[in-house]
């Protein structure tokens, strides 16, 4: 059974930082490609920034140069560190597994984690 569990989440002023944690399990964590995706009241999902087994990483141009993912195959999780927070980023964030680089198909979802940027 596949799990991915998300934390990190939490209210955080404008230009603040946050990271989220996303734990899997019951995947080959080594050799899949995971993704965040975020969804705001009201817009269609976006998907924030992919990385591949090989540590690639691609990102939205919303996030780009403010976020960055990251993974440790030892504990089988990805990081996603999020910099310069603004409240258009405010929204809820997914962890998502699955397959492809620069056409990325989520399989699997976590439960998601609320990061609200306010002051």
């Known amino acids: 059974q596949v799990q991915l569990v998300e934390s990190g989440g939490d209210l955080v002023q404008p230009g603040g930082s946050l990271r989220l944690s996303c734990a899997a399990s019951?995947?080959?964590?080594?050799?899949?490609?995971m993704g965040w995706y975020r969804q705001a009241p009201g817009k269609q999902r976006e998907l924030v920034a992919t990385?591949?087994?090989?540590?690639?990483?691609i990102y939205a141009d919303s996030v780009k140069g403010r976020f960055t993912l990251s993974k440790d195959n030892t504990k089988n999780t990805v990081y996603l560190q999020m910099n310069s927070l603004k409240p258009e980023d405010t929204a809820v964030y997914y962890c998502?597994?699955?397959?492809?680089?620069?056409?990325?198909?989520?399989?699997?979802w976590g439960q998601g984690t609320q990061v609200t940027v306010s002051s």
């Open positions: 998502t597994a699955g397959s492809g680089s620069a056409y990325y198909t989520p399989r699997y």
């Open positions: 019951g995947i080959i964590f080594s050799t899949s490609v």
């Open positions: 990385i591949t087994y090989g540590r690639s990483t």
